[in-house]
């Protein structure tokens, strides 16, 4: 695939998900919760305070903001990402729930950079698209692909569940590029699947 025709598919698939309109959102990403809810309570993650990162969402990506706040009250520990650096890995800090957010780049919502976090035993991470076997597409910058890079080097590796709606699926033809990092499972509102 050339450069031209990734940035065609990703903006294809843009177009798609700003169809969604705000009310299924809503309704999706309670379900997509759930689904994360119904599998973390039964795993062996359970059983101890985790670490997990996650996002802020913005445009029309899954809202996973009720989980983040159930999961903090749990006791379990919540990170959130902050771009430092251009062409760098991201950074996680932690965010307690209710605590205030500053603005930060791409219109998403960042904690404050004074509690920085441990590695992330689980990574709920946004992606626009994914493969049937674990590829993952981002929007294009690379951040969560060194991220993941990074992490991966230094065991044991977080679990990696991208985040992202069904209907937002590669092409089975799709060729991830060189530096694309997969992910472990896919988390939307019909479920959570692991490759």
């Not at 101890?48 to 029309?60: D, G, K, L, N, V």
């Not at 729930?97 to 904690?111: I, K, N, S």
């Not at 060189?178 to 699947?193: F, K, P, S, V, Y």
Request: glycine share 6%; net charge negative.
């Amino acid at each position: 695939m050339t450069p031209d025709a990734y940035q065609d598919l990703r903006r294809q698939l843009l177009d798609q998900r700003k169809q969604l309109s705000r009310a299924q959102i809503a309704k999706d990403s309670e379900r997509l919760c759930q689904h994360f809810l119904d599998w973390f309570t039964t795993s062996d993650y359970a059983d101890r305070t985790c670490q997990i990162s996650a996002f802020w969402p913005i445009r029309e990506e899954p809202d996973l903001r009720p989980l983040l706040k159930h999961l903090s009250k749990l006791g379990h520990t919540i990170s959130l990402p902050v771009i430092e650096a251009n062409h760098e890995p991201l950074a996680f800090f932690e965010w307690q729930a209710d605590e205030p957010l500053q603005e930060a780049p791409f219109g998403t919502r960042e904690p404050a950079r004074h509690r920085p976090a441990a590695k992330p035993d689980i990574m709920l991470t946004p992606m626009l698209a994914y493969g049937q076997n674990g590829e993952r597409m981002g929007y294009g910058g690379g951040f969560y692909d060194r991220t993941l890079e990074q992490l991966r080097q230094q065991p044991p590796a977080p679990l990696v569940l991208g985040v992202t709606w069904q209907c937002l699926q590669l092409p089975q033809d799709y060729l991830p590029q060189r530096h694309d990092q997969a992910i472990n499972g896919i988390l939307t509102e019909n479920g959570l699947r692991f490759f």
